[in-house]
C-alpha cells in the first residue's frame, strides 16, 4: 500500500507499508517473527530510512512511534530505559507477553522535514484514536507536535484502516498462514495476568 502527502512546497511525502511482525515479549527482551516467517526485520526496517509504527494488542493500537533509527535499535532503547536520563522506555514492554507490531516506511522524503512530517502524521494518528476508542491509546508516553495540514490527517486516516473500529477483546488478531508454529502463535496474544 502507498499513500502520499502532498504539499505545495516541497515534494510529496510517500508512505510504503505496513510491514507486520510479531514481537514476543519476556521479561527483559524481545523476539520478533515477521509475516513472511524471518525471525528478524526485514532491510528496510533495518535501514535508517524514517519510519511510522504502530504497536498493537489484537489489532487494537496501544502505541504509535516515529524513528529513524533501524527497528532493532529503537526497541533494544525501549527495552533499556530506566529513566536514569528521563526516558522510562516503552511502558507497555511491561504489560503484554506479545504484540503486533506495524511498520510504514517514507521513501521520498524532504531533507529539511522528513521527520517534522512524519511526527506530524504520528500526533494525527494518536488524535484520531483518542477520538475512536475515547481515550489515548493506553501506552503512548510520548507525542511529537507540528502544525497539520489536511494532507497529514488524510495520511494518518490511511494508517488507522488497517485496524477496527472497535476491536473486540474475546476476538485475538489471527496470524497469517504458517506463523503458528513460530515465536509467536495466536495463542500467545494474550495479556499478562
Known amino acids: 500500500m502507498r499513500t502520499e502527502l502532498e504539499g505545495s512546497d516541497k515534494p510529496a511525502m510517500k508512505l510504503d ?4 511482525y510479531y514481537l514476543a515479549v519476556p521479561k527483559g ?30 489489532d487494537h493500537p496501544i502505541y504509535v512511534g516515529v524513528t529513524k533509527q533501524p527497528m532493532a535499535d529503537r526497541l ?31 521513501t521520498l522524503a524532504a531533507s529539511r522535514g522528513q521527520m517534522v512530517d512524519l511526527e506530524t502524521v504520528e500526533a494525527e494518528a494518536v488524535y484520531l484514536l483518542r477520538g475512536r476508542y475515547g481515550q489515548w ?6 507525542i511529537h507536535f507540528h502544525p497539520s495540514t489536511s494532507s497529514h490527517r488524510k495520511v494518518a486516516r490511511y494508517v488507522l484502516e488497517l485496524y477496527p473500529k472497535r ?11 504458517g506463523i503458528g508454529s513460530g515465536v ?3 495463542g500467545t496474544f494474550a495479556r499478562r495476568g
Open 17 to 20: 507499508g505496513p510491514d507486520r
Open 29 to 58: 527482551r524481545f523476539s520478533i517473527k515477521a509475516a513472511l516467517g524471518d525471525h528478524r526485520f526485514s532491510h528496510r526496517a533495518s535501514g535508517r530510512s524514517p519510519k511510522l509504527y504502530v504497536v498493537h494488542d489484537h
Open 76 to 106: 533494544r532503547l525501549g527495552w533499556s530505559a530506566d529513566g536514569e536520563h528521563g526516558y522510562h522506555g516503552y511502558a507497555w514492554r511491561h504489560a503484554f507477553k506479545s504484540v503486533g507490531l506495524d511498520i510504514w516506511y517514507q
Open 137 to 142: 491509546p493506553a501506552y503512548q508516553t510520548e
Open 167 to 177: 476491536a473486540a477483546h474475546n476476538n485475538p488478531l489471527q496470524p497469517p498462514a
Open 184 to 186: 509467536v502463535s495466536a
